[in-house]
């Protein structure tokens, strides 16, 4: 898969904060490596670091609330979760309780 337009800054600047679920620092474009400071510029992540631990819990409960069947917690939950912090396999998950909500007898 090739990076488009969207995996650079506007300008040639760094890239987004969010690219493929990959973090990166919103100020130099360097990869994510769990600290608090960005390595290379040292700007501080975390604010960063706190969406995406807020994306995770929100994709857990999802996780929880689709197996317990409640399929418009698990909807939130995870439209939630991809608007804090996008993933492949939060996608996935907002996918998939749109489809259980949809094939779900009784409801339609």
């Known amino acids: 898969m090739t990076a488009g337009p969207e995996a ?3 300008g040639g600047g760094p890239a ?3 690219t493929e679920g990959a973090l ?3 100020v ?3 990869r994510f490596r769990a600290t608090a400071d960005c390595s290379r510029c040292g700007a501080d992540l975390r604010p960063l670091m706190a969406l995406a631990a807020s994306a995770w819990r929100a994709r857990r409960g999802a996780r929880v609330a689709l197996r317990a069947g ?3 917690r698990a ?3 995870a439209a939630e979760a991809e608007r804090l912090h996008s ?3 939060g ?3 907002a996918l998939l309780a749109a489809w259980y909500a949809l094939a779900a007898p009784g409801d339609g």
């Open 28 to 30: 130099c474009g360097a």
């Open 24 to 26: 990166r620092c919103p």
């Open 70 to 72: 409640d399929l418009t």
């Open 8 to 10: 650079a800054g506007a």
């Open 75 to 77: 909807e939130e939950g």
């Open 87 to 89: 993933t492949r396999s």
């Open 16 to 18: 987004p904060a969010r």
């Open 91 to 93: 996608r996935r998950l």
